[in-house]
Structure formats: C-alpha cells, structure tokens
C-alpha cells in the first residue's frame, strides 16, 4: 500500500489541529464491520484521530492530561460517550471553545450531550479534560515501581484497561485512525509511546516528547512508559527498506540489554519474509523495558520484562498478528496469542532448529495441563480465562502447527500469508471464520471438521495402541482414543506412530476414522518399540503403549505385588476400555474373602484397598461381563 502524505501537527507544544480537520494516516481508513457487534459507547462514530497529552511523574500513580477526538459521524449523533473510570475527574468538556458538561451515567462512561444535533457524516472534534489516580485492573493497566531505586511507570491497557488511565473508547470494531501522544513528565526522565519521536525538548524542570503515529490503532495497544530509560538504536534490513529498532532500557540492565535485543533483527527478517513486509515500516520497531514479568506488544513499541529471545520473538509477532490485524473479539484471542506463540517456535525451527522439538513439547506439556476447555474463549468477562495460558497460547499454537500439519507447508504459508495481506483486513479487525476461509482457499479443501474439533471442541485426544508382530516384519496395531473432556468428541486429526528395532525406526501417519480400529504395517524390520506422536505433532498427552501378551494369562499385572495395603490391577484387554469388572480373592481353601465390581478407566486399570485383610497367599480372579477370567496370585504383608 503506497504512503499518503502527512499532515504533521505544529511543532509548537500548545498548539492541536483545527476544528474537524482529519490527520491523515499512511494507511487508508477501513469501513466499520457492522458484523462485529459494537459497544454502547463505539455506536454511530468512526474515530480519525485523538491527540493525547499526558503529565505524569514516576514517582506519583496519577495522571492529568486531555484528549482531543476527531471523528466522522455515522449516524445522526446528538449525545458522545466514552469510557472512562469512574476514578478519573472530568475537569472539563470544550466543544467549539464551548464548556459542556460531562455527565457520569455509571459504568465508567462519560456522557456528552451536544447542543446541537450532528448530521450522518459529519466531521466534528470534542476535548475533554481530566486528572486523577488511576485505578489498575486487569493485568495493571496504570502503574508505578521502582528499578534500582529508581521510579518507573507504564500502562498496559489489555483488555479493558485504557479507561482506567485516559478517556477513550474501547472497543474492538473501530481503531483510531491516528495517534499523537505528548507526555510530560519530570526532566531526568524519558517516555516511550507509539509510533516516531517527532519532539523531544526540556522547558524548565519538565521534558517534553511528543509521539507521532499515523497507523491505525485499537485503544487497548496505546501506551506510555517513563523512567530514566538508556536508549540505543538497531537496524533491520529488509527488502522494503531499513527498519529503525529504538530500545529503550533500565540503565543498570544496559549490557544484558544490548545482547538479548539483538535476536529481533534476525526474528524480524523471517517475519517479513514469511508473512509480508513489517507492518509498520514507514515508523518504526520500538522495544522499551518495563516492571512486569511478561511482555505487551503495544504497536510499535512493544513493552518488554526481559530480554529473553522467545518473549521478544513473540511481542514482534504481535505487530503481524495482533496489532495489524487484531482479533475482533476477545472470543478470538488466539488469533492475537496463538500466533505470536507459534511465531515465536517459528524462530526455533527457521533459526535454532535443534530448539523447535523441545518447544512443542513445552506447548503440549502447559496446555494439556486442562482436560477441559476450547480455543475458542467462551467467558469474555474473565481475564484469566481470556489470557488461558493453557488454551489461548498453548493449544491455540499447537492447532496452528496440527493444521499445518494436515494441509502442509504450502497450503499453510500461503493461506496465512494471504490471511496477513488481505487489505480489508491489515489495520482492521479479524474473526476466525476470515482466517479459515483464506486457509481453505489455499489447500482448496474443507476445514470445519477440523476447527470444529480443535477451535470450538474441547480438550484433546489420549490413545492407547497395543500392538503385536506379525510374521514377515509385519505388526499390527489396534488404536484407540478417548477425549480428555469426557464428552465423547472423536478427534479425526492425523496421528504420528513411530515403530524402532535392531537399531532401525520409522515413523507412519494414519487418520483415525474410529476408536479401536486395526491397522497393519510393514516397516521393513522386526519392531520392538512402538511410540505414538514421537515428532510431537499432535496435541495429545496421557498416550499409553501395550505389546499384546502371547496369552490371555500374560495380561492380567498387579501390582505392588506383594502389598500391604492397596493394589492396582491392569489388564491388557482392549475390550476392558471403560467397562465394568468383577474383582473377587479367594484364600488358599477356597474361601470368597473379598467382592466387588469396579469399573476400569481408559487405561485399563484399577485399584483396591486391601486393608482388612489378614497376611497371606490369595488368588485374585477378574471377570468381565462376556464371561472371561484371569487369575493372578496375591500375596499380602501387613507389618
């Protein structure tokens, strides 16, 4: 997309733009998407620009300031509304050089009744005024600490937490066209923001920088941080052009810094030529060091809590993933997590490869720590259960890596790659249903069975197989496979088996179609092993492996053996699966000493409590419902 000419604000510090004059941004402004519901407060206005300025000092958790929005009607408007925390004072309303009143109708909004009646279409522009003490929610969207001794402060507004610090609105159907931010703040303190440095200036004990954006930005990615920051400069070449990477870091961090930094340059080259040019390349890549333990990848100037290479590969990911294309609801969160997670592997695989198999194994280790639970976030309401670790990071990588598994390389790159440079969506919202259709025109097939499974599904699959040899190097394998959320949901995902001996190994795909099925092979050597997923290619945890007993008898394992107080009983038995069993022991004369009917879990095991029974020599006999019976001898030792 070509550049637009800028209209950059004076550079005169009390000067704002005229009444209704648009400032103009590189990218063109994107219809809103009537499709995405919209809050009360997005309703009937596209945002063009807001000009924030913001007084703060390290020291202080508070905050004054004013924002001036511009803005397009879109529907006959005779009141405004936006979010601000009911902790933040409204000192004043300027309409047209007018003073009107703010109202405060509860739920931390603001409402603006206009003197007159707006027309579809107009372009107006409205300051409001304000201070206060920011409240924090979320994962601290207004805060201040302290780094050897010295006071920092930053913002970190996702999801819902730019109301806490600014007057705003917050939404996910309509980005801010563009930005200015001011921040003043005591003299031997620097800030960072969005977009590029246009004023940096000391006036008397205050210093003054003035940041200008002209990319399109959702609320909650607007930012600020202020400390005594050291600075020094990257450059990423690409082939669009050199990128300017402006660090920002505590000064007693400096060496750690500079090495950990540099990884971006490398991560930002294979972004670029796997997803398109970086997004906001006529600005630049902003990395500033902050006082939480993760990161934030607020648009051009990702806010950092190290600078570990995973954490940097993934807050970069984000400009793709995220900020230029940013989830239109927070049900789709993946599509802003589950990337940048993925990315960031993507880094391993392209750059450390030896570092790619061990990082899906920590993907499927943290997510598979819920049985339950979809990549689609059912409760919008819960942060925690928006930022799920488990399912909106981990699982949605791993679906990610399982669908570029099913489709292949090609078909994946292509239909993302497409996904990324799709003009009505850079600089706009997303749905997973968009990224699916691009990803189905790629492979030219259909994709639902898939997401319905692993987007809107819940938990992932566990298998057992018991296998058995057969003659001429031949093995037979019997898969089955139950679902951690007990729900019954058959996963039909592509599933890896690796078979070794005599210093030999293979490893072959099958597609499930059922629990239980049988499958034969010839991998060419007599197997003595086999593993299920051995290149980690599937989200799956919990997978059992049995050798088929050469008898009946062979099956039947207890263990400890002898006991003195509980026992586990397992029968290698497929059609043991989930089934209800007679447990009976009888003494040496003959004698039922104990009874009872249990039932086995997916692994075919049990276990029973033995503790009124008497030392000594008993014979345990299993029974299933279709009339077979093992027997084992048991010996029991109480001290």
């Known amino acids: 997309m070509h550049r637009l000419l800028i209209l ?247 060496v750690y810094a500079a090495t950990g930094a540099s990884v971006v340059i490398g991560q930002m080259q294979l972004f670029d030529s796997l997803f398109g040019a970086y997004p906001f390349r006529q600005e630049k890549y902003g990395q500033a060091q902050f006082g939480w333990g993760g990161g934030m990848e607020h648009q051009t100037m990702t806010f950092l809590g190290s600078w570990e290479k995973e954490l940097i590969a993934h807050e970069l990911a984000h400009q793709w993933f995220g900020d230029m294309i940013t989830c239109g609801s927070w049900e789709d969160i993946w599509l802003n997590e589950g990337f940048a997670t993925y990315l960031s592997g993507l880094c391993y695989e392209f750059l450390e490869p030896e570092l790619w198999k061990p990082f899906r194994e920590k993907l499927v280790a943290n997510g598979t720590q819920l049985d339950e639970g979809s990549v689609f976030c059912d409760d919008t309401t819960s942060v925690s259960r928006i930022f799920s670790g488990a399912l909106s990071y981990s699982k949605g990588a791993m679906v990610l890596h399982m669908l570029r598994q099913l489709i292949g390389d090609s078909a994946f790159f292509t239909g993302v790659r497409h996904y990324a440079l799709d003009p009505t969506l850079q600089y706009s919202f997303s749905r997973t249903t968009t990224l699916i259709a691009h990803v189905e025109s790629a492979c030219q097939c259909d994709l639902d069975l898939f997401f319905n499974e692993w987007y809107a599904g819940s938990g992932f699959p566990r298998y057992t197989a018991y296998w058995e040899n057969l003659e001429q190097n031949k093995v037979r394998v019997q898969l089955f496979q139950s679902g951690s959320a007990g729900d019954g949901l058959f996963f039909h995902n592509p599933i890896e088996l690796g078979f070794s001996g005599a210093a030999q190994d293979t490893v072959v795909r099958i597609l499930p179609q059922s629990s239980g099925a049988f499958y034969e092979f010839e991998p060419g050597f007599r197997v003595s092993d086999i593993t299920i997923d051995p290149h980690v290619n599937t989200f799956t945890a919990g997978n059992r492996v049995y050798r088929k007993a050469v008898n009946a008898e062979d099956e039947l394992v207890l263990f400890p053996n002898p006991t003195d107080r509980e026992i586990t009983i397992r029968c290698d038995r497929p059609s043991l699966f989930n089934r209800t069993v007679s447990v009976n022991l009888f003494s040496t004369d003959g004698r039922l000493v104990y009874s009872e009917k249990t039932a086995f879990t997916p692994t075919a095991s049990c276990s029973i409590y033995l503790d009124d029974l008497p030392s000594g020599l008993y014979l345990v006999e299993l029974t299933d419902d279709q009339g077979l019976r093992w027997t084992r001898k048991l010996g029991v030792t109480h001290p």
């Open 8 to 254: 950059l604000l004076s550079a005169l510090l009390h000067t704002g733009i005229s009444e209704a004059q648009p400032v103009v941004s590189y990218c063109k402004r994107r219809p809103i998407d009537t499709t995405i519901p919209s809050s009360l407060v997005s309703r009937n206005l596209d945002l063009l620009h807001q000009e924030c300025r913001f007084r703060v000092d390290p020291q202080v958790a508070a905050i004054s300031g004013s924002v001036r929005s511009t803005f397009r009607t879109t529907a006959i408007v005779d009141a405004i509304e936006f979010d601000a925390s009911d902790a933040l004072v409204v000192d004043s309303v300027v309409y047209h050089g007018i003073r009107l009143p703010a109202i405060r109708p509860g739920d931390d909004l603001i409402r603006i009744e206009l003197p007159a009646t707006l027309a579809n279409g107009s372009y107006d522009s409205i300051d409001v005024h304000y201070h206060g003490t920011p409240s924090s929610g979320g994962f601290g969207s207004f805060e201040t600490a302290q780094h050897d001794g010295q006071p920092v402060l930053w913002t970190l507004s996702e999801p819902y937490g730019a109301r806490d610090w600014w007057p705003c609105r917050q939404t996910l159907d309509d980005k801010i066209d563009s930005l200015d931010v001011i921040v003043t703040n005591p003299a031997g303190y620097r800030s960072a923001s969005n977009g590029i440095l246009v004023l940096d200036t000391i006036i008397g004990n205050e210093r003054v920088t003035h940041w200008q954006h002209r990319y399109p930005i959702a609320t909650y990615l607007v930012a600020i941080a202020v400390t005594n920051y050291a600075r020094f400069n990257l450059t990423v070449p690409l082939p669009g052009g050199d990128v300017p990477v402006i660090n920002l870091c505590f000064p007693e961090d400096s």
